[in-house]
């Protein structure tokens, strides 16, 4: 779970205004457009926590919790933060002397998915209502609140193309949305042809950077993206690589070996492992020919702490290594 809280961090912090023109078109609520600044997410240090807590140019305070399933522990655990949030800042003054009849709170829960038992214990209680696909409306309390988003029911790919004008009408916006969430989409020839398609993928990622991940969170989908933006956007792709490594370690290393790969995008991914990593993933032989052999040297000696001499002695050893096994 904890390397998708990273990923969600990171991701949020680098296009916060884009994922808050997001969060603005799928909740009914008035919660502004411009992210003015971001809150401490502690209230007792080392016990409660969310992932993010921001207020916008509305005076709204949303407190953002990622969660890889939902559960009845998260929604237990955002009402008590929020609560505890209004109770350490003294929000609820403003019932009292703005007669306000809501707190400007928006908790929100952003899960992958959701646990049908624990789902179903909420729909029995009445505590869930579902606003609309994918987005579920908790019972919080009578002052504010709680949104769950749940990213495999909810079409972002449609959200995020209408708020970049990308397509003409909502025939248009639904059969882009599934091309745009398959990976083969953003590798095809067809697509890097089109000068439509290409600007609707580099506007997308122009945007929303690595957010865009969200629409497919798979490590295949998110290879296919770095290999287009790697061409089109080096801006984003150092992002989208960093991501692939939070997020797919595993995978990645086995992408780093296959022979679909160019040489250039082995060194990217080599280097952003690690020489140590890099050579667990895929042997010596195969990172040597990658980044060289001067680089593998460096690696290890830092990794084993050697010295000049020690690493000279080592470079010859593997030199006289790699020209026995090509005589044979």
């Keep these: 779970m904890q390397r998708f809280d990273v990923f969600f961090k990171k991701a949020f912090s680098r296009y916060r205004e884009s994922f808050l023109a997001l969060l603005s078109a799928i909740i009914p609520e008035g919660i502004g457009s411009k992210v003015v600044r971001e809150l401490p997410v502690e209230i007792v240090k080392g016990a409660l926590r969310v992932d993010k807590i921001f207020k916008t140019d509305k005076d709204v305070t949303i407190l953002v919790d990622f969660e890889i399933s939902f559960t009845l ?11 505890a949030h209004i109770h350490s800042t003294k929000a ?9 009849s809501k707190i400007m709170y928006l908790p929100l829960l952003i899960a992958i998915k959701t646990n049908k038992k624990h789902m179903q214990s909420l729909y029995q209680r009445k505590v869930v209502v579902e606003d609309k696909e994918g987005t579920y409306k908790l019972l919080g309390t009578p002052f504010y609140s709680i949104y769950l988003l749940v990213l495999t ?5 449609e959200y995020m193309l209408k708020l970049t004008n990308l397509c003409e009408d909502e025939k248009e916006c639904k059969e882009l949305s599934r091309k745009i969430q398959q990976p083969e989409f953003w590798s095809s020839k067809l697509t890097r042809e089109d000068p439509k398609l290409k600007k609707v993928l580099n506007t997308l990622l122009e945007m929303f950077g690595e957010l865009i991940i969200l629409l497919n969170p798979s490590a295949h989908y998110v290879f296919r993206v770095w ?21 797919f370690s595993k995978e990645v290393k086995e992408l780093s070996a ?17 020489i140590k990593e890099a050579i667990d993933a895929v042997g010596i032989e195969k990172v040597i020919e990658t980044v060289g052999i001067e680089r593998v040297i460096e690696g ?13 002695v080592l470079l010859k050893i593997i030199e006289k290594r790699k020209n026995e096994n090509a005589k044979k």
């Design 73 to 83: 522990d998260a929604y237990f655990e955002i009402l008590t933060h929020a609560s």
């Design 92 to 100: 609820y003054k403003s019932l009292l002397e703005e007669k306000q």
């Design 153 to 157: 029911e909810i079409n972002l790919a």
């Design 227 to 247: 290999h287009f933006a790697s061409e089109e956007r080096k801006n984003v792709s150092k992002d989208i690589l960093n991501s692939m490594l939070i997020l």
């Design 258 to 274: 296959s022979q679909i790969l160019t040489k250039k995008e082995k060194k990217e991914l080599l280097e952003a492992m690690g």
């Design 300 to 312: 290890i000696g830092k990794a084993l702490n050697l010295s000049k001499e020690d690493k000279k």
